[in-house]
């Protein structure tokens, strides 16, 4: 009877091993819970629900290299698909995304994309992990007491743990608010100023954070993530 009551969520298997016990906490279950009477009440809530994990489902979890921290969902009609900073083709790229692509073509003289898609990088093992997963339609931040930031935070510890070698990027403080997870011993932490509009003058731009991670990747002896945006 046990059994029949938990919680499997469709993810990638290798994740689903590693966290399956964080599904069963009773806080998961109260999430699931939450999501149920968000739609039942009549909201709308993006991503879709077959996207909620598409970070997760990109790659498996051996395959993760470098981790790029976001804070929620767009909140945007078509915006959110799963991964942070990302939108589908054809959509309009949004500002802290273009930041972000002028901080790469300054770092590493790459032409700046005309799409906001980032399964590129996904495939590659750049994991864009929101640490809220799911937001109420046009309410930012309306999901970030639901659960989410503890199933974010042991996904963190997870990689952590069990994984040596990892990028982390960490941009704004409450994406640096994160580092407490990670074991600077083990993995490689850049912090900087948020990408948005409204912080990126103050240390985002000139990071350098897109040819550091490749030089540490290099140092590992690993491939370089390629940060060009097929046209």
């Known amino acids: 009877m046990e059994d029949s009551k938990k ?5 990638e298997e290798s994740w689903l091993n590693v966290l399956e016990d964080e599904f069963q906490q009773p806080y998961f279950k109260a999430l699931k819970q939450f999501l149920i009477k968000e739609k039942q009440d009549g909201q709308v809530v993006y991503p879709p629900g077959n996207l909620i994990f598409n970070a997760f489902n ?3 979890f051996d395959k993760v290299r470098v981790v790029i921290l976001g804070q ?5 009609a078509g915006q959110a698909h799963g991964l942070s900073f990302s939108v589908p083709d054809g959509v309009k790229v949004p500002p802290s995304l273009k930041n972000i692509y002028k901080e790469i073509n300054d770092d590493l003289g790459f032409d700046i994309p005309t799409t906001g898609n980032l399964e590129s990088w996904a495939k590659q093992g750049v994991f864009l992990l929101n640490a809220t997963l799911t937001v109420r339609a046009k309410t930012a931040n309306s999901h970030k007491d639901s659960g989410w930031g503890k199933f974010t935070d042991a996904v963190i510890r997870k990689l ?13 403080r409450f994406a640096q608010g994160k580092a407490a997870h ?18 990126a003058r103050n240390g985002f731009f000139g990071n350098k954070h897109f040819s550091k991670t490749n030089e540490y990747l290099k140092g590992q002896g690993l491939t370089p993530i390629d940060w060009s945006i097929p046209k």
């Open 160 to 172: 952590s743990e069990h994984r040596e070698g990892l990028v982390f990027l960490l941009w704004g």
């Open 7 to 11: 919680i499997n969520p469709k993810i």
């Open 72 to 76: 929620d969902p767009y909140h945007g």
């Open 182 to 199: 990670i074991d600077a011993s083990k993995h490689c932490i850049l912090e900087s100023a948020h990408p948005s509009p409204f912080s």
């Open 58 to 60: 990109l790659m498996p």
